[in-house]
């Protein structure tokens, strides 16, 4: 992205109908929203409480979901990241998103972009909100957990990395490093992502192909719906 494109970003509101996306990741008229100061647990993320597993991180998609899809959400940008998504504090109506998914225990401060959030950490975790009832791992850490687990690409000017993210070109999800994950934008310019199995899977020209649903997520991309 540009500088001249950052700072016009920066300068703007941004005012539109929101779209679904992850706990931390929406859409707003089709630009990729990132919540800023934010961290909510990854999707197929669980945590644990009163001795069981949960689905914490679908539960966090979820009430984001609730929160701004179909509605008018406003956010003012703090910049970008590097999937060129646009890091925000949103509204909507008298609503701080970004306060509410911290204070109700669905995401964490992101201590390493900012401490607006710590007391609304703080709020969540003396009430034993959300992920606070129990025990979970940082999304940070899921995530770092989750690239060190890759195969390395053993040749070639990648060799000794992972390679998360390639490029489509023709015939992209028959790529070399076992990546199957098929992000696509579709007709809606939603930002969606396959993976093998599903009913759509083998029809799907990929623009981007992943290795885990993880970076199909961080990219800004959501899971498909399946009906």
């Not at 998609?61 to 956010?75: M, N, P, Q, T, Y």
């Not at 991309?221 to 009906?227: E, K, L, S």
């Amino acid at each position: 992205m540009s500088i001249l494109l950052a700072l016009l970003i920066a300068s703007s509101p941004i005012f539109g109908i929101g779209a679904g996306g992850d706990g931390d990741s929406f859409q707003v008229n089709g630009q990729r929203i990132r919540l800023f100061g934010i961290d909510a647990p990854e999707f197929d993320q669980t945590c644990q409480r009163a001795g069981g597993d949960w689905q914490c991180g679908q539960a966090a998609a979820e009430a984001l979901s609730r929160l701004v899809v179909g509605k008018d959400v406003r956010c003012v940008a703090a910049g970008t990241d590097q999937y060129d998504r646009i890091l925000a504090r949103c509204t909507v109506g008298q609503v701080d998103v970004n306060r509410f998914m911290v204070a109700n225990g669905l995401a964490v401060a992101f201590r390493r972009y900012s401490n607006d959030y710590v007391s609304a950490e703080e709020t969540a975790k003396a009430a034993r909100r959300g992920i606070w009832a129990g025990t979970f791992t940082m999304p940070s850490e899921v995530r770092a957990a989750d690239r060190a687990s890759r195969p390395a690409v053993s040749s070639g000017r990648h060799a000794g990395r992972p390679k998360p993210v390639i490029r489509s070109t023709a015939k992209a999800s028959e790529n070399n490093y076992g990546c199957r994950i098929k992000g696509n934008r579709n007709r809606r310019g939603q930002w969606i992502y396959h993976v093998p199995g599903m009913p759509y899977y083998d029809r799907t020209r990929a623009e981007d192909i992943f290795c885990s649903e993880a970076d199909a997520r961080a990219a800004g991309y959501r899971r498909a719906i399946v009906n």
